[in-house]
């Protein structure tokens, strides 16, 4: 296919996107926004920056002959440091895509909005709204009930709240944090997957790095203590006393714990039981206000199309049975 049709098609694409909307960069996940769109070039401007910076139509060209001539896909490393946006408009046409976890640019056949655009690329004037959907997790439940609680009691001030309103508030907090923790986890072993790069990736709320942790395993403690020795070194010097022999000991001497520890107590709550069904019940109650809502919205935006429609029926009505003379 000649270029021309696939650079008039991604403009076409962009004149569908709002003024508002962010694009990002494929690998070091930037974002941009578009802040004009010409015949022979695009200017783009990076998020908190005032200097806007040309992306030019023969650039995506080359691009494109790239990406189309070769049988293999695209690797995106091979792009240089400033040409990542190159790759995410090219990926608005419908016949590319860009696969984030191979971090390839490809064709398609199966036309697949861009993963790299905040935004839809089609309006859908039967449903202009989209329906909201509850997500399957505890995070979610949990969390909810926790909003619910912060907005009824208000706590500003811990001081002034009930004792039962404060075991709520820990309560809720403690299985957020458990719930949250999970997810965090599950969320870090698939980004780990997906960055390729020791460079921060950025996204609307924040940045993460891949990076690398050094643990150590003593091995056993014959062959430490050996090779140690081999090398001039006592066995005094690097053993310690063992806690669990210390305390095998204890059980058969007359001395006491605190002969041999220094004991330093401390206080603190511990979340003891958690009313499953007094939280579900509140939950159903908290998802049906949501329901409702959703309900009620509709029912207006259903209002107003028939309103709409029907002033527009008076209107082709009038002027379908007027003449002039």
């Known amino acids: 296919m000649p270029f021309s049709g696939i650079w008039h098609t991604i403009l076409d694409e962009i004149d569908e996107v709002p003024p ?23 200017l783009i401007a990076y998020r908190d920056q005032e200097t806007t910076i040309p992306l030019k139509r023969e650039q995506f060209e080359t691009l494109y002959d790239r990406v189309s001539d070769s049988p293999q896909p695209f690797d995106l490393d091979r792009l240089p440091a400033d040409a990542e946006p190159y790759a995410t408009i090219l990926s608005i046409h ?14 398609t056949d199966n036309p697949t909005p861009s993963s790299l655009v905040d935004a839809s690329l089609s309006v859908n004037t039967q449903d202009p709204e989209p329906t909201r959907e509850e997500p399957d997790l505890p995070l979610y439940s949990d969390s909810l009930l926790l909003i619910d609680a912060l907005e009824r009691y208000e706590p500003t001030d811990l001081d002034t709240m009930e004792t039962a309103e404060l075991v709520n508030l820990y309560t809720l ?11 965090r986890q599950q969320v870090r072993s698939l980004l780990l997957d997906r960055l390729h790069h020791d460079q921060p990736v950025h996204g609307q709320y924040g940045s993460v790095q891949r990076t690398s942790r050094r643990n150590r395993t003593l091995k056993d403690d014959g062959v430490v203590l050996d090779k140690l020795e081999a090398q001039g070194i006592d066995r005094e010097r690097v053993t310690t006393v063992d806690t669990s022999k210390v305390d095998e000991a204890l059980e058969v001497t007359d001395l006491s714990e605190s002969d041999l520890y220094e004991i330093d107590e401390s206080q603190y709550v511990r979340k003891a039981d958690v009313d499953e069904e007094r939280k579900e019940s509140r939950l159903q109650g908290l998802k049906d206000q949501l329901a409702a809502v959703d309900s009620t919205k509709s029912e207006d935006l259903r209002r107003e199309i028939e309103e709409l429609e029907s002033r527009i029926e008076e209107l082709t009505s009038f002027k379908s049975g007027t003449t002039f003379e």
């Open 173 to 183: 907090c403690s299985d957020v944090q458990r719930n949250a923790d999970d997810l």
């Open 94 to 107: 419908p016949l590319f895509e860009i696969d984030p976890r191979d971090g390839v640019l490809k064709p």
């Open 20 to 42: 508002t909307a962010t694009f990002r960069t494929p690998l070091s996940d930037k974002p941009f926004r578009i802040e004009d769109a010409q015949e022979h070039r695009l």
